[in-house]
């Protein structure tokens, strides 16, 4: 069972080569939303994909003082002899900022590629440097998850109390996810979510893989905090865990599934 907090969750961004890492603003005033949220490409800069990749992912920079249109008509690939590459682009969804940007053909493997885009937030055309690889089968399962340990500690969490975060006491159980290999090819365009019981919960922790080693994630629950407006996480006990990935313009693959147990 999940416990009840009002804050929405806090999803890891679709994981550019699983981007973990995120200094958590400390006051009120830090976190606050800020005016224009920037242009952001997925995969990351200096990334690997697979040559036949479906789509990368595009989030157009937005203005929440205007009403403007999320735009990516700007968006540009490039190949090494800088020679524009054809792109497909589509809305993930009807006024989303989420872009599919789509190669009409497969990407030379070896090739360094340049993918420019703008950001209206700092009025500049970004540049991201990307490398084709190998063509990789799409993924349909995650791999194998298993749960890897457990400790209590402490957790900086998402409040509603108005200090943006809280640090909390928390038991945290370790899950560990062997990638099949044609994930691994993937794994610069993925982004992970879990689920309880069709529920979504936080995973906290991350750390990306080894060139063959597994992911490992947290999932929590807290066990004592001061601060009633804090992410509680699950229940203590023991839950089913599925962990899902995302990749843009693919069929999700099959979740992975791992018992744990969280005990304070």
Not at 92 to 113: E, H, I, M, N, W
Request: glycine letters at 6%.
């Amino acid at each position: 069972m999940l416990k009840t907090w009002s804050l929405c969750h806090l999803l890891v961004p679709p994981m550019a080569a699983l981007s973990f890492a995120e200094l958590a603003p400390t006051s009120a005033q830090a976190c606050a939303p800020p005016p224009c949220t920037p242009a952001v490409l997925i995969p990351a800069e200096l990334s690997t994909v697979p040559a036949n990749a479906p789509a990368f992912l595009f989030k157009a920079s937005h203005n929440h003082l205007s009403n403007e249109a999320p735009d990516a008509s700007g968006i540009k690939l490039l190949n090494a002899e800088g020679q524009v590459v054809p792109v497909d682009i589509a809305a993930v969804s009807p006024g989303s900022r989420d872009f599919l940007v789509k190669p009409q053909s497969a990407l030379t493997p070896g090739q360094a590629y340049t993918v420019k885009f703008p950001d209206l937030c700092t009025a500049t055309e970004k540049v991201l440097n990307i490398t084709a690889g190998v063509s990789a089968e799409l993924p349909t399962a995650l791999g194998t998850a298993t749960f890897a340990g457990h400790r209590v500690g402490t957790l900086n969490v998402p409040t509603s109390s108005g200090s943006c975060t809280a640090n909390v006491q928390a038991a945290m159980a370790k899950i560990s996810l062997t990638p099949t290999p044609q994930l691994r090819a993937y794994l610069a365009l993925s982004s992970f979510r879990a689920t309880v019981a069709g529920q979504t919960t936080p995973l906290v922790n991350h750390k990306p893989p080894t060139a063959d080693g597994p992911l490992e994630f947290e999932v929590h629950s807290t066990c004592t905090t001061s601060d009633s407006f804090a992410a509680m996480g699950l229940a203590p006990g023991a839950h089913t865990v599925q962990l899902h990935a995302t990749l843009p313009g693919a069929s999700a693959p099959t979740p992975a599934v791992v018992d744990v147990l969280l005990t304070c």
